[in-house]
């Protein structure tokens, strides 16, 4: 058995798919601690996962996880982990709207902890805070 939960870009993060409904993300986490209402999605928050329901389809549209744990891209990569080893691991990156994503991975997309609270002189080695899917 894997000692770590895939994320898997354009699809998934454990048990939690792009295209489930409310009721399966309930389902799976078990309820949720917040739900916030907007005017296309509704995100709900349960422990470390934050999911983004779209208000028209019904269906999930992103999923992330948003604490250390078990959920790691690649087997190697979770949160708190840096774009540097992002880099080693999976290639390039590029920025947009303050995340994220990977050249060669469409679909998943990593949002970095403010660097002003870190001694560091490379964005690149400042620790992520969010890994999503979408």
Known sequence: ?????????????GNLAIGQTMDQVVSVLGGFDEKDVRA???????????????NDTKLVEQIGVVS???EKYLGV???GDTLSLVRKTAGDWYEELDVYHLVMSPGICFELD????????????????GI???
């Not at 058995?1 to 993060?13: A, G, L, T």
């Not at 296309?40 to 779209?54: D, F």
Request: aromatic share 10%; net charge negative; no cysteine.
């Open 1 to 13: 058995m894997s000692e770590f939960v895939d994320i898997i870009p354009r699809r998934s993060i």
């Open 40 to 54: 296309s999605t509704t995100r709900l928050k349960k422990g470390g996962y934050e999911v983004v329901v779209n």
């Open 68 to 70: 250390k744990g078990a």
């Open 77 to 79: 990569i979770g949160v």
């Open 114 to 129: 403010d660097d002003e609270k870190y001694d560091v002189l490379e964005r690149e080695d400042v620790p992520s805070v």
């Open 132 to 134: 999503y899917v979408f």
